[in-house]
DNA sequence: CAAGAACTTTGATCCACCGCAAACTTGACC
DNA sequence: GGTCAAGTTTGCGGTGGATCAAAGTTCTTG
């Protein structure tokens, strides 16, 4: 296995003030594992033997209800910390992580991540930061469901994901990764069947342009001005 | 101001493994407020001054969204703390508290939070628990929302008040504080006058008991089974 | 390059739930 | 104990979006 550079991690938020020859003990620690698109990194109710940092690709973080329905979480991007059950005190994976594209991660073994955050109190600094914007997020997505409709919800997501991942091109902002409208719609508590209604007629208004599994927005104000725009109730 | 018994705390989750020494010292750090009904304890987006523990009654956390609309993201129980944004790496508080009856709260100055985790890592341990059971709870509220029906999560938010609250009585399991068909519209997304039309159904049924700002469920096994009934989407 | 799989579009229909409106009930307060 | 505010019920109509169905369209693979 090749050696990892400390570079890899280095400026990474959970890894803030960290000496090098800290970031060298922790990479020493660390497996680093490709996972081929739509692998799993981990699975749903699994035990949570390690935790994970996304070097490189994009990953959904899915839950399956006992029907069968799957809802997307989040996706996670290059740098950030996925996985991370034991710190929060848990000993199974709440969801399941699947790779959107070819991915590259590192995994430590789960007792590490307590050990770490023992040896670098600005590590445990950095994943409670992480951990609490996670919260803020899903308690934020709670609210959508409830107050929002589902065109207000779609273009939400669409500008999220813009931000998150979005890539500059010359016709707007590409979301980097194939992404489909039952993926949307899984992000979005809808039908794949709406998300297609919405992404033509937003089209037909110049707002995006998308295609298979691929979406381009490329007025984002105006799809901002949508999102924000007024509800039914209220 | 009264002396505060450790016997009020000693028995809590997030303080368990703590000497009695330590647990007067926690003490005597705290402020004891009550707060009255319909009072705040905390307001959304203010300096997160202080983080709180609830000693006695029941406080709604509440998200307020720009265009006013209200959800009720949980119920706080005696015994459980709230207001904890430090040990998320905040300074601000994402939701307001306004208590459901009179309430007792304990109070620490927000920045002592990081000093006693340090000091007493069990008190660490437990935070991570309750932040990791929250962000699996909020996790859980957006599958909800998001596959399932309004008289499934209807159903649902009214079993998960009767474990948490629930008292018994010879009519059955009595929901412990007012709780207004508004209020349950709040926590599920929908609004009063389906909870009331969904009240009244069940109450033909003979499933629960309800009036005035007070909810019985009567057969908690039949509306668990209508709440894990069969799904629309599939 | 042919054939199939995967993804998307589009139409038609239906119904769960919302919004509005008005009456009713219960508790609080002077 | 009468009045008023707050909470609840109920009817009615409208509609956002799901469901069902069927045809495109674009990739993949031999």
Redesign the interface.
């Known amino acids: 296995m090749s050696r990892l550079d400390r570079s890899l991690i280095a400026d990474l938020p959970i890894f803030q003030g960290l000496a090098p020859a800290d970031l060298d003990g922790i990479l020493q620690k660390a497996r680093s594992l490709r996972i081929a698109k739509d692998q799993a990194v981990f699975e749903q109710e699994g035990d949570a033997h390690s935790f994970f940092l996304l070097l490189d690709g994009h990953v959904r973080v899915v839950?399956t209800?006992?029907?069968?329905?799957q809802?997307i979480?989040r996706y996670i991007s290059p740098g950030e910390p996925m996985g991370i059950?034991h710190?929060?005190?848990?000993t199974t994976y709440?969801?399941s992580a699947v790779a959107a594209v070819d991915c590259v991660v590192l995994a430590w073994p789960g007792n590490l991540w307590l050990e770490m955050a023992?040896a670098f109190?600005s590590f445990g600094?950095g994943t409670?930061?992480t951990?609490?914007?996670?919260?803020?997020e899903?308690?934020a997505?709670?609210?959508e469901?409830?107050?929002e409709q589902v065109e207000q919800r779609v273009a939400h997501a669409l500008l999220r994901l813009v931000k998150q991942t979005g890539r500059k091109t010359d016709e707007g902002i590409l979301i980097d990764f194939p992404i489909s409208r039952q993926d949307i719609a899984?992000m979005?508590?809808t039908?794949l069947h709406t998300v297609s209604r919405l992404l033509t007629a937003w089209e037909e208004k110049g707002l995006v342009k998308s295609g298979r599994q691929k979406v381009t927005v490329v007025e984002p104000h105006r799809l901002f001005a949508l999102a924000?725009g007024?509800?039914n109730?209220?």
């Open positions: 839950k209800t006992p029907d069968g329905q809802v979480v059950a710190a929060l005190g848990r709440p969801a023992v109190p600094a409670r930061k951990v609490g914007a996670r919260l803020q899903m308690q997505g709670v609210v469901l409830a107050t899984e979005t508590g039908t924000e007024q509800t109730k209220g």
